[in-house]
T-cell receptor, first 110, second 113 residues
Framework: QKEVEQNSGPLSVPEGAIASLNCTYS??????FFWYRQYSGKSPELIMS????GDKEDGRFTAQLNKASQYVSLLIRDSQPSDSATYLC??????????FGKGTRLHILP | IAGITQAPTSQILAAGRRMTLRCTQD?????MYWYRQDLGLGLRLIHY???????GKGEVPDGYSVSRANTDDFPLTLASAVPSQTSVYFC????????????FGEGSRLTVL
């Protein structure tokens, strides 16, 4: 079992709707959680980080963390075609290794 | 421009050859990482270094070696390349406190024939 699990998708969402991306992790000792966005042929870029339980909002993006359930999610409000990309969940594992999930492909339908 | 530089951008290599992928950062980050990305498998950690002089194994370390002689450089070496090492390789760096806000290089596409 991979340490960080994501649904590979593709997830198709109409333009203007809310996109919801989910991630679970296995290491209860993890303290740092991240969402990266990767466009095709490009390198990943950080869009959200979250370190404590609850919600963290940044513009149209909201990260949600529930350590008891070992679950982290990303909500994208008012989805735009430019949000179409692969979204990678990352978790710091033991010894500060940063482990990624396989990523979820998101398609925003115009 | 501050950031991470990887070289080469792309390389075709015969099986059995030795290859070193170079990675240099100018952000004075303590931690550096090497990942490989394959279709359907996401980013998998090969090796990492939390500070100069130390290295650690990631999820898929076999067939690869690294060194961290100084803060800025973190080369990845394939001692004897095999076709299964065909992949896109990303180098990344971050501060260690908090860990994980990674800055990535542009990637090196390696094809082993």
């Amino acid at each position: 079992q991979k340490e960080v699990e994501q649904n590979s998708g593709p997830l198709s969402v109409p333009e203007g709707a809310i996109a919801s991306l989910n991630c679970t992790y296995s290491d209860r000792g993890s303290q740092s959680f991240f969402w990266y966005r990767q466009y095709s042929g490009k390198s990943p870029e950080l869009i959200m980080s979250i370190y404590s339980n609850g919600d963290k909002e940044d513009g149209r993006f909201t990260a949600q963390l529930n350590k008891a359930s070992q679950y982290v999610s990303l909500l994208i409000r008012d989805s735009q075609p430019s949000d179409s990309a692969t979204y990678l969940c990352a978790v710091n594992s033991r010894d500060d290794k940063i482990i990624f999930g396989k990523g979820t492909r998101l398609h925003i339908l115009p | 421009i501050a950031g991470i530089t990887q070289a080469p951008t792309s390389q075709i290599l015969a099986a059995g050859r030795r290859m070193t992928l170079r990675c240099t950062q100018d952000m004075r980050h303590n931690a550096m990482y090497w990942y490989r990305q394959d279709l359907g498998l996401g980013l998998r950690l090969i090796h990492y270094s939390n500070t100069a002089g130390t290295t650690g194994k990631g999820e898929v370390p076999d067939g690869y070696s690294v060194s961290r002689a100084n803060t800025d450089d973190f080369p990845l070496t394939l001692a004897s390349a095999v076709p299964s090492q065909t992949s896109v390789y990303f180098c990344a760096s971050s501060t260690t406190r908090p860990p994980g806000e990674l800055f990535f290089g542009e990637g090196s596409r390696l094809t082993v024939l």
